[in-house]
């Protein structure tokens, strides 16, 4: 009953593996190209990322949840009025951001960004005639996991609902600039797919988590079956809004239709509840402290996550927005170690900084960064005064990189990484060899013996291959195979791999 965009939902870790997998990246670009919405929740390595469609000559690079860990409490800040933001009441977001994004395409626009570094966590924007909506939020996990919040649940909800048609314009109340919860009207275009007439109509407004009826009115109209007409409505929601626990965001007014039984003289409903285009508005109550941008943005990174060298680079990136030309201390701790003053940084009055610094990353686990105002500072790790809320060293940001283990529990988490398989056709008949090339890749610092096993695999029977490797750490190499069906047809080609 609404001819919205169709939304593809990729949850937390969906794209694990995939970010360099040819046939996951054309299909999303396909998909949002198309007109499709994409909305994608946090993943573990910032590659997996590299699966969602970009325009043309952009990119979107990212740090995942398994290299980058966040403050929970109060995490991000909004950057902006937005729709999706609606619900957020306060100038800050309690939920479970871990990941953000280092580079984002040109027309991509900053929903969030994290507290901690000024980074985005949630961006928007379009790809051909549809939109990406990516964040490092993780609601989607927290919800079964004891990690959900209010935060987080009203921005996935209002994600959602916006983007089942995002250029539609959507009405805005703002309750903290004087709007008011009463008089609100709407035009609802409303179809009547039945085969009788409908002569009442019942308006049933749904709080935005879709789980509270927060007004409900019936009104007379004229709809002859099988047509649409665009039927004015006015709502009050002040009873809702009183409420101690009333919801903001964006609402949605669904109807159902009613007609006359004339054998009962009873209204009764010909067609169920569902859902117009034009039946969203936001209800919201956004003060004025909303900032346009970080004072001081500030990422980490390492050209792997491998532990074991004592001499490893790290980049640092470093934007200004205070307009004041400064010197900090750049502090970092191993876990909650005692800190080491890493650099003396001096950073120019709106000025972008790239530096690198060399460190001893050879222990696994997670590493901490800190830009301190140089007349503080001390040797052990500076983060708790920050994480809560008194902040004698003056902290300007934070940064963090986790390293992990070549072996082990830890060492497991990064296995050979596939780059995808190549030279395969897209059609065979059922007696064709299959032939093409996989690129497997060891992004550890130490080597690795694997073997490659190739399946082909039809309805009653399965062709295998296999293929002893030896990579060095940080190498790669092109597996070739060519696999033949003793049979009828081949259905899957897959492959894994086995230590």
Same mark, same amino acid.
């Given at each position: ?342 650099? &003396? ?5 709106? !000025?972008?900084?790239?530096?690198? #610094?060399?460190?001893? =990353?050879?222990? $696994? @686990? *997670? ?98 291959? &296999? ?5 060095? !750490?940080?190498?790669?190499?092109? #597996?070739?195979?060519? =696999?033949?069906? $003793? @049979? *009828? ?11």
């Amino acid at each position: 009953m609404r001819p919205g965009r169709p939304v593809l939902f990729l949850p937390s870790s969906s794209l694990s593996g995939l970010g360099n997998n040819l046939f996951t990246k054309s299909f999303l670009y396909d998909y949002a190209n198309r007109g499709g919405v994409v909305v994608c929740m946090t993943q573990p390595y910032g590659e997996d990322f590299s699966a969602l469609p970009v325009p043309s000559g952009e990119e979107l690079e990212a740090a995942g949840f398994k290299q980058d860990l966040s403050c929970f409490a109060n995490s991000a800040y909004p950057t902006m009025e937005h729709p999706i933001l609606s619900g957020i009441t306060a100038t800050t977001v309690t939920a479970g951001f871990d990941g953000f994004f280092r580079k984002i395409p040109g027309n991509a626009t900053v929903l969030l960004r994290r507290t901690i570094s000024g980074e985005p966590c949630l961006i928007v924007y379009p790809v051909g005639q549809g939109y990406v909506i990516v964040s490092t939020l993780y609601e989607d996990w927290g919800y079964a996991n004891g990690q959900s919040t209010a935060d987080g649940r009203s921005i996935l909800a209002n994600i959602l609902t916006w983007a089942k048609d995002p250029d539609q314009p959507i009405p805005v109340t703002n309750l903290s600039a004087g709007g008011s919860a009463s008089g609100i009207t709407l035009t609802l275009h409303v179809r009547n797919l039945s085969d009788t007439a409908a002569d009442q109509m019942e308006v049933l407004v749904m709080t935005p988590d879709r789980q509270t009826l927060a007004v409900q009115l019936t009104q007379a109209v004229t709809i002859p079956a099988h047509s649409e007409a665009d039927v004015p409505v006015t709502l009050d929601l002040s009873s809702y809004l009183g409420q101690s626990r009333a919801q903001h965001g964006i609402f949605h007014a669904d109807y159902r239709l009613l007609a006359m039984n004339s054998a009962t003289s009873q209204e009764e409903e010909i067609q169920p509840q569902g859902e117009t285009e034009t039946g969203r508005f936001v209800m919201e109550a956004v003060g004025t402290g909303r900032q346009a941008l970080s004072q001081t943005v500030f990422s980490v990174r390492t050209d792997d996550d491998i532990a074991g060298n004592p001499a490893k680079t790290v980049h640092l990136h470093i934007e200004d927005h205070t307009g004041t030309a400064r010197t900090m201390h750049l502090w970092t701790c191993y876990t909650h170690d005692n800190g080491i003053l890493l650099d &003396t940084i001096t950073m120019p009055a709106n !000025g972008v900084l790239d530096k690198d #610094v060399v460190q001893d =990353l050879s222990r $696994p @686990g *997670p590493y901490h960064y800190y830009l301190t105002d140089p007349d503080y500072g001390s040797n052990w790790g500076p983060e708790w005064a920050f994480m809560w809320g008194e902040d004698p060293w003056k902290m300007a940001a934070q940064g963090y990189a986790y390293m992990f283990g070549n072996g082990g529990p830890d060492g497991s988490q990064r296995f050979a990484t596939v780059f995808g398989i190549t030279g395969t056709a897209g059609y065979y008949e059922p007696t064709d060899t299959v032939t093409g090339t996989m690129t497997v890749a060891n992004p550890r610092s130490v080597a690795e013996d694997l073997t490659v096993v190739f399946s082909l695999v039809a309805t009653d029977q399965t062709a295998t291959q &296999t293929a002893a490797i030896h990579l060095e !750490g940080g190498a790669s190499q092109a #597996v070739p195979f060519s =696999l033949t069906l $003793p @049979g *009828p047809i081949a259905r899957e080609l897959g492959s894994h791999l086995a230590k």
